[in-house]
């Protein structure tokens, strides 16, 4: 394992402000500190900035966090650039995308932040990840943690750490060490699910059905060569979102995502996806 060093994960409003999402991404610098004003200035310093499907952003900041800081973990610096190339601009690069291979489809910014975060799990303490995120528990509804290519992700993890993870059985987003054959933990949202309706159990098998039958429409592919524009993705996204809120109850949705059931949910941002370069994704190792 290489020297540690600190990955920090920051935040700042998503395209649309009238949507409860943030934008996120990691460096391997304080911001707070070191502002450095350009990815050159970033490079220069022999730092490292991630865009995880966003572009440069010197500082971070939210209205309900000033300085968009959403945590920060020490983490193998060499494994975190082999999951997610640093320092590329995610939308020109196809080595700064992870397995995150086409945005909005694949995933979006809070997925892939959470790629190169995984490099802070390697140790006894689990992988850090942009949680904190204002719309991270919707996302990570449809998406997942670490984004719906879980094969690509399986082979990535493997190529990069000496860890062999399968595609857990029950649960299309879970990974579990080969050599475990209990079934994979749950993740974020399923543990938050569980222990909000822990009283409803009916409730939440229904939930947990819905969110595997999302994840499992989500990642199919779509008619036609071409990838599905954002308008086309925000529309798809929010019909499963709405099927959520239907499901649980306008109280339950509130507790659960921290939105209010009804609100327009744009995850995908056009811009992004309209800058996109059709790359192929790289070859596994």
Known sequence: MAQPVTLFAWAIPAWDSESPVDHTWVTS?????????????????????????GSFHAVGGT?????????????DPAVAQCLVRPNLDSRTS?????TIYHYGVDGVCHQLANQVLYASG?????????????GYLLSSFIYGTYGLQHTAWSSKVASCTSQQLTAGPARPEGLRMAQ???????????????????????KLSRLLQLRS?????AARAW??????GAVALNARNQELIDEAARLLGPDDFRKLFGADPGARVNLVDPHIANSAGDIPPPKQR
């Open 122 to 134: 390697l140790g006894s303490g689990q992988p850090m990840t942009v949680h904190k995120a204002r």
């Open 180 to 202: 475990d054959e209990t079934l994979p933990e749950a993740d974020e949202f399923e543990k938050r699910a569980m222990a909000l309706l822990a009283g409803q159990p009916a």
């Open 29 to 53: 610098y304080d911001n707070r500190i070191h502002g450095y004003p350009t990815i050159t200035e970033v490079v220069g310093a022999h730092q490292f900035f991630w865009y995880s499907w």
């Open 94 to 98: 196809s080595l700064a995308r992870g």
């Open 213 to 217: 039958e999302v994840q499992q429409f």
């Open 223 to 228: 008619p036609g060569s071409g990838q599905p």
């Open 63 to 75: 209205p309900s966090n000033p300085d968009g800081s959403l945590g920060q973990q020490p983490a």
